[in-house]
């Protein structure tokens, strides 16, 4: 099975850079996936990470550490509208039972 | 682009009656995804299909069915409905055979069922 962690809640200022940490436990890994969803909102991807290392995309980058069950998703120039919700999931089975973590809640403050 | 549509977006339902909820998925995405996310929880693998046959099934209700048409598009079919089924219901879809690597899941905008 899986388990993933998130921190529960984040406040950052705009113009920053934060970082949201998720660490996971999987049977079988099979990638990491990061998205972002506003409230009421679908979840939307942001990125995916298989192997070692940094994945960047604009604002947004992505880490993986598979040895130590360890990823990252670092948003830059932060904007007010990045407040959201930032869901790590790590897919069961190749994909097929996708596992998501309790989620991060950012809160971006003028 | 085109995106996951889902049908109804509001759903009002009373204990005990059925509901039918409608995935269309992304064009030519071939695997459809249903999720159950309650207020405040992340959301919850319930059944995935590929080409129409029943790929994975997570925390199903056994009250619960659904199925993957010819055309891709999936209904989620739920009876004898219970207070605790008020949840958004996202379907999303990907495309590529399942158990040969992960692909990225695009949701659909969800609908939301209340039971009351």
């Known amino acids: 099975g899986q388990n993933i962690d998130q921190p529960t809640e984040m406040t950052a200022t705009e113009g920053a850079i934060v970082q949201i940490n998720c660490t996971y436990q999987?049977?079988?890994?099979?990638?990491l996936f990061w998205y972002q969803q506003h409230a009421g909102e679908a979840p939307t991807f942001l990125s995916y990470n298989v192997l070692d290392g940094l994945e960047e995309k604009g604002r947004f980058s992505s880490f993986l550490s598979r040895s130590k069950g360890y990823s990252y998703l670092l948003l830059k120039e932060l904007q007010m509208k990045d407040s959201a919700s930032y869901l790590c999931?790590?897919?069961?089975?190749?994909?097929?039972?996708?596992?998501f973590g309790p989620g991060t809640r950012l809160s971006v403050l003028p | 682009a085109a995106g996951v549509i889902q049908s109804p977006r509001h759903l009002i339902k009373e204990k005990r009656e059925t509901a039918t909820l409608k995935c269309y998925p992304i064009?030519?995405?071939?695997?459809v995804y249903w999720y159950q996310q309650g207020p405040g929880q992340d959301p919850q693998f319930l059944i995935s299909f590929y080409e129409k046959m029943q790929s994975d099934k997570g925390s199903i209700p056994d009250r619960f069915s659904a199925q993957q048409f010819s055309d891709y598009h999936s209904e989620l079919n739920m009876s004898s409905l219970e207070l605790g089924d008020s949840a958004l219901y996202f379907c999303?879809?990907?495309?590529?055979?399942?158990?040969?690597?992960?692909?990225?899941?695009?949701f659909g905008p969800g609908t939301r069922l209340t039971v009351t």
């Open positions: 064009p030519r995405h071939d695997t």
């Open positions: 999931a790590s897919p069961d089975n190749y994909g097929q039972n996708f596992v």
């Open positions: 999987t049977s079988g890994f099979n990638g």
């Open positions: 999303a879809s990907s495309r590529g055979q399942p158990g040969l690597r992960s692909y990225e899941q695009y």
